[in-house]
């Protein structure tokens, strides 16, 4: 609904970081969004895309999460995000499976909201910026 909505105002823009396909048997990147909605997709890893992106944009006001959900991937892209979040602006966490979300959320002083998946031991995690 919101890249929906985006679409149909012409006001806001989806950028999407992925790794380079391993093989050259096809490409499934991006078939999460429908072709109409797709915008920017930009290749590597998030690691080295994405600090250069935000430097680019200067602010953003939704971030989703759905790489590498090691501790340590999230705790970086998290803390690479926040200072270009926009104030009321949203991070979104999937398949949040360890304690990186909350210990985040407590290092900035901001309340984490979990919602249950029907996965056990899994949520999608949401965090506001005051």
Same mark, same amino acid.
């Given at each position: ?13 989806l950028y999407s970081i992925d790794l380079p396909p391993l ?14 909605y797709r915008s920017t997709l930009l290749l590597g890893s ?12 200067g602010s953003i006001d939704l971030f989703l999460h759905d ?9 970086? %892209?998290?803390?690479?995000?926040? /200072? #270009? &979040?926009?104030?009321?602006? @949203? ?14 959320? %407590?290092?900035?002083?901001?309340? /984490? #909201? &979990?919602?249950?998946?029907? @996965? ?11």
């Amino acid at each position: 609904m919101a890249l929906a909505a985006m679409h149909e105002s012409g006001d806001g823009h989806l950028y999407s970081i992925d790794l380079p396909p391993l093989e050259m048997t096809g490409d499934a990147r991006g078939n999460a969004v429908p072709a109409r909605y797709r915008s920017t997709l930009l290749l590597g890893s998030s690691r080295w895309v994405l600090p250069s992106l935000l430097q680019k944009l200067g602010s953003i006001d939704l971030f989703l999460h759905d790489s590498d959900h090691t501790r340590a991937a999230q705790l970086r %892209e998290y803390r690479t995000v926040w /200072p #270009y &979040l926009s104030s009321g602006g @949203v991070i979104v966490s999937d398949d949040v499976r360890n304690a990186a979300f909350v210990s985040f959320a %407590e290092q900035v002083g901001a309340r /984490p #909201y &979990l919602v249950p998946r029907p @996965v056990p031991d899994t949520a999608v995690g949401m965090l506001r910026k005051p």
